[in-house]
Every structure is written in structure tokens, then in C-alpha cells.
């Protein structure tokens, strides 16, 4: 983020104070802050009280052997007891779970007595297949209500699931199965996107060519193509899960029992198993989403509009609504299929109350304009959320007046992958929100903004954002990895996990979030790490080394620029023709390592890249270019001739 960004960001005066009537019927007061603060052991055991435990804990929380920590000792239960059956037997079955709407229009409604059944349905057929407590199961799938079911059936069987997001390649999925060793994928033939089916089985049969481990393949029927079949290792959905009783008992679990892994870019090529655990996970998630959306569940209508591929999706679509018996709606496409307005029709339709999204839709939908949102009558919402990237000022402010009738509240919540669920953030009941800033940590949450030798800075001062305390729902580890573990979070600050974040205490002590410090990029919202990129870059014939950085993008946050060095003397392209033809060479090529997520929006083939003089290639030069700033310090350099040589390279404009 640019300097004069981020005094504009600190000179944000506007204020918004929550509307009389949710503060009257809130679900949490401020008294919540001072309970926590109190004794956060209290509060959290009183949360976990929302749940339905088989066994009870002894412990809240041991930190004896930090990092690793352990939430509600000794405990035991069932996340999909918690999640489905204990609303059925409290007489909730007919509840609707989820309104399904599919791309072309289709739709289906679940309730909770349906989706009970259909996951007990599908616990069975994992037990045929052979899956038990503790396998590792793939899921790589489109948004389909048995993408929830898949989840829920793992979790009521104690078999962790790894959701692989539909967007990546079939080398980022054998990568992931192979990671966490997993022996059963379920998948689908495809799902709708922008208006056609999209495959997703060649995927799965490409990437399971090389896992020899994997014994079944479990394939949803959702768009009818044509799908390669490996006889005796594949099996459809329909014909395996429709004939399995609908009766399942479930098993209680530690309360430390891995439920599932969620892949995630760090700053090497190789992604990160983040691993989450159950009582803590789940209680986390509960109390969040109940405390942060204020939902109630016999009148809210709750609308995470995320991918169930990432964490968002797996806390806010799965587990927290469901935990708490909400009804949800599922939307299984992009927000411009068949029309601009879709996101809106939905609203409408089913009278959604609360809405969660990420900036860069709401930047897409504003540039877009307010006539789209204009057509449809939104005065069913609420509330809105916002996650996964800084949310600017503008755009926080046009959500508010464009979606929200300027009546409801936005609330900026940051969290990770790694932290399983909201951190900080708002409450909407008693918050006076400012535009781009997720105010303070949540009830129970201990944050801190410190410098580089990790002393706090004051109030009006940046710095990196720590968290101080243990929370119920941290990762536990790194899958497979404790050193890395250690390293990635806990070795930065001593005793204190490193979010990897930039952040800013207003004067207020507000919490300003600035975006990524490591080499982490965000584009729509989604991690990318800069090496991923490069080596996949360079794993192509033509290049010889590449540099990757996230230049700022006004609709994505970043978007991904390269700076490639092309292998051979004579290898530069000739005319403009064939650079082009290179760069869509070597863009596809990215998408096909990566996902078409990993893209880059630019490829720049230049002779030298700029090095410090131990060998470090300066990202921050190349931003300065790619963003086309003037150029920062080039003191560092090797040789401070090479950035000139890079101008005079690039495309005019570039
Ligand atoms: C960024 C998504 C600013 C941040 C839930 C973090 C945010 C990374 C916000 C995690 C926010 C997420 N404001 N930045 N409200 N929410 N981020 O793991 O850089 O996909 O470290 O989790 O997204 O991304 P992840």
C-alpha cells in the first residue's frame, strides 16, 4: 500500500454508530469485552457450552507445551451431531439448511432433516469404501449441496477433510492428496461456470495418475459431460450414497481430533496444511458467527457468498451457520451468470438478512455500478460483512449505501486460514464502525501491532499485527511439519504468532489492516505466494528465472505481475507479435501448474533482475515499476544500471 494510501486511510473521519434497534435486540453487548478480559478461560468454557458435548472437558485450555495448543481438554464430541441431529431432535428438522441455487437456475432446498439424512447416507457409504476415523478424504468439488454433505459425512466419521478449491489444477490437487496422503477423492463430473459447464473429473484422473495410494474415486452427477471412468476405483454418488440407510450413529471424538486440513500459500512454493482440530474449532466458529452477525436463527437468512475452497467457506457456509441451526444459502456460480444483477436477484428471492463477501466483489459490483443493485429490492438485509483483503474506505462506504440502504452495518472482519475463524472485527451491536478499519480484536482475542524489535507501537504508529494468546480455534500445526510450524509463526516474535500482516493503530487504538508484509499476494482475496508463481514460471522450457510481485489492482487488491529472464542469448522475442503470443504462452502455462487463479496479469521478459547484494531479488523496485511509481532506494543494488535496463525494455506503458 502506497504512503499517501495509507495517510488517507488515517485521515478517514467517518463515523457510523450502530442502528438503535440491533444495538436493543444484540446478541452480545460490550459487557462480552470486559467478561473476556476478565478471564478468558470463563469465557471461552461458556461458549463451548453452545455445543453438545458426549463427554465433558476437564481442561479449557493447555498451553503447556506452547505453540501446540489444546482447547477443552479431555472432551469429546460429534461436529456433525452438533452441526444437524441436535437441531432435528430439538425439533428444528424442517428448518431449511440451505437454499441451493445452482448457476443455470436450478435449485434445491435442504432441511435440517434432510441433510441429516443425506450425510448419514453419505457416512455410510465412506465406512463402505473403507474410510475410518483419522484417513485423510480429498474433496474437490463445484458449490453442490454434497460438497457440505461430503464435509459433514468425513467429520461424522472422524476422517479429516482436505477441500481441495475447484479452481485449482490437477498438479496443485495431486499435491495436496499426496501431502496429506489421502485414499478416497470425492469429486463431481463438473459444476456451472460463467454460463457452462466446467470440468472437474479430468482433473481428479489426471492428478491421480501419479497417486498410487488412492483406492476411490466417489463422483457426484451434477452436469452430465462425458467423464473418463477407471473401473473398480471410481464409483458414482448416486448409486453408492442413495441405497445407504439414512441412519448413522455418531461417534464422539477428542476434542483434539484433527477434522480437517485447508491448504494454504506460504512464502515457499510449497503450500502449508494448516490443521484444525474439533472442540475449539467448533466453538470458535459458533460463537463468532452468532456474536459477529448477530444472527438469529428463526428469522435470519445468511448468505456467505464465498467458495466452500477456502476457510471462509469452511467456517462460514459449514460449520459456524450449521453449528448455530441457521438457515444459509448456497450459490454455486459466478456473480455475473446470466446477468450482473444475480447476486441481487438471490437477495431478493430469498429475502437474505446478512450477506459476507469479499472486497474484490464489492469493488467489481461498484464498478459495475448502482443501477445493477438498483433493479432488485434488497431492504431484506441487515447486515454485511467483508473479508479477506484491506476493504478501502470507498468501497466500504458504496456496500454500505448501495447494498445496505446506508441502514445497515459492514463489518470488517480479518482472520486467516490459520486462526479457523473471525479475530477481529466489529460487533454490530455496539461498534461505531469506521470505513476500512476492523476496529478491535473479538471478546476473548488478545492483539497487538508491534515493531520490529516486537515492542507495541503507540497509538497513531504501524507495525506488524501479533497475536498475543492462544484461541479455541488456531491451527494446531502444520500438517506433517511441527519445525515449520514454528518457524512460520512463533519464531518471528518469541511466543507470539506472526499473522504476517502489516497494520496500523489509529489514534483511537483501532486496528487498521495494510495488507501482507511476506511474499504473499492477495488477488480477489485469495493467497498466492510470489514463489509458487516463480516456480512454476520457471518450470517452463523457455524461462530462467522469474520474479513475481502483486502491484496494486483496482478491482483485485493485486494483480500478479512477472518479470521473466528467458533462457539463451537469442531468445529475446523478435516483434511484438511473438511477445505476446510468449506471454499467453507462459500465463497458461501458470494457470495449468496453479490454477487459472495464478495467472499473472502481466509477463514482462526483461535481461537482468534487480539483486541485493546477497542475492535477493528487490521486490520492491519491481513493484515500483510494475505499479509505475518512480523508483524507490536503489542504493542496494548490485548494479543500479539493471533497473534502467528494465525500463528500457518494457512496452511503453508497462
Ligand atoms: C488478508 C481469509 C485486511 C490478510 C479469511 C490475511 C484481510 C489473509 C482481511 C488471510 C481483512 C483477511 N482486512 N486483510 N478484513 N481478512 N485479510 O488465509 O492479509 O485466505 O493474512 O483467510 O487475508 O487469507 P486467508
Redesign the pocket.
Known sequence: MSDETLSNLLREERRFPPPAELTAAANVTAAAYQEAADDGEAFWAAQAARLDWAEPWTRVRDWSRAPFARWFVGGRLNVAYNCLDRHVAAGHGDRVAFHWEGEPGDTRTLTYADLTDEVCRAANALLSLGVRASDRVAIYMPMIPETVVAMLACARIGAPHTVVFGGFSADALRGRILDCDARVVVTADGGYRKGAPSALKPAVDEALERCPDVRSVLVVRRTGQEVGWTEGRDVWWHDLVAGQPAEHEPEAFDSEHPLYIMY?SGTTARPKGILHTTGGYLTQVAWSHWAVFDVKPEQDVYWTAADIG???GHSYIVYGPLANGVTSVLYEGTPDSPHQGRWWEIVQKYGVTILYCAPTAIRTFMKWGDAIPGRYDLSSLRLLG??????NPEAWMWYRRAIGGDRCPVV???????TGAQMISPLPGVSTCKPGS?LRPLPGISAEVVDDTGRPVPNGSGGYLVLTEPWPAMLRTIWGDEQRYIDTYWSRFPGRYF???GAKKDEDGDIW?L??VDDVM?VS???ISTTEVESALVSHPRVAEAAVVGAADATTGQGIVAFVILRGDNEQPADTTSAEDLGRELRAHVAKEIGPIARPRQILVVAELPKTRSGKIMRRLLRDIAENRSLGDVTTLTDSSVMDAIRDRLPSGA
Open positions: 494454504t477456502w476457510v471462509t467483508s473479508v479477506g483483503e484491506p476493504i470488517d472482519t480479518w482472520w486467516q486460514t490459520e476492523a499473522a504476517g500482516d489492516l495488507g501482507r492477495n482475496g485469495h493467497r
